[in-house]
């Protein structure tokens, strides 16, 4: 990614300011931040998520965001989110070439942006390939194969217009696990573990019920 072509920094600041209007943010955590090979876990609720997300982090952050292949369906998204580092994921299939990019933008240097759950979650209600939305391993897979830095980060759920948003970034870890690669009921756990982290952020259980 290039974060300072003139598309994406028409992008950003645009974006970012009829964003700011239509859903105001509160940041916390900004600090705890590492500046490279960092992977964002937050949890999912809104398509707004990862757009809020991004446009509260600096504009040379260097992020990348893994977004449903069914936004780049349309030309002109497609372009335009291409142009600021996004790239597709085929949900519910084993895209492998969209895991080779996701850990490759990590190695250059990068940071990934990837929403464990892998789909919204409304209310706790969300279901993928017909059982309750949960963790998906390969969020952890990605972060074992590149050592990146996991930091789980919670955004409030409900999104309403004109109403304040908050986004909490937490500590960043680095996971445990046995042999090269770990086990795929560690992955498992990783990937539980952060969503987890990511919801107690903001006070919640994992599918954003109330602790």
């Known amino acids: ?48 998520d990862p757009i809020l997300v991004a446009l509260k982090l600096p504009i040379n952050y260097r992020l990348h965001i893994m977004a449903k292949e069914e936004l780049f369906k349309n030309p002109l998204l497609g372009w335009l989110l291409r142009k600021v580092g996004a790239f597709p994921v085929s949900r519910g299939n084993n895209d492998i070439n969209t895991i ?8 250059d240097g990068d940071n990934l942006l990837v929403f464990p759950e892998g789909t919204t979650i409304h209310d706790g209600i969300g ?15 990605i972060g074992v194969r590149t050592g990146a830095k996991l930091v789980p980060v919670f955004v409030d759920g409900e999104k309403k217009l004109f109403h304040r948003t908050r986004i909490i970034f937490g500590e960043p870890y680095q996971p445990h696990y046995t ?15 952060i969503l987890a982290a990511a919801y107690a952020l903001g006070g919640q259980a994992v599918g954003g019920k109330p602790l």
């Open 127 to 141: 279901y993928t390939d017909g059982l309750p939305a949960h963790a998906k391993a390969g969020v952890a897979m």
């Open 100 to 107: 080779r990019t996701a850990i490759q933008s990590i190695k």
């Open 1 to 48: 990614m290039k974060p300072f072509n003139r598309v994406f920094v028409v992008i950003y600041y645009v974006v970012g300011f009829i964003a700011g209007i239509l859903h105001p943010v509160t940041v916390e955590g900004m600090d705890r931040l590492p500046d490279s090979g960092v992977l964002l876990c937050p949890n999912h609720a809104s398509n707004w």
């Open 179 to 193: 042999g090269r690669r770990g086990t795929s009921d560690e992955m498992q756990k990783i990937a539980d573990d």
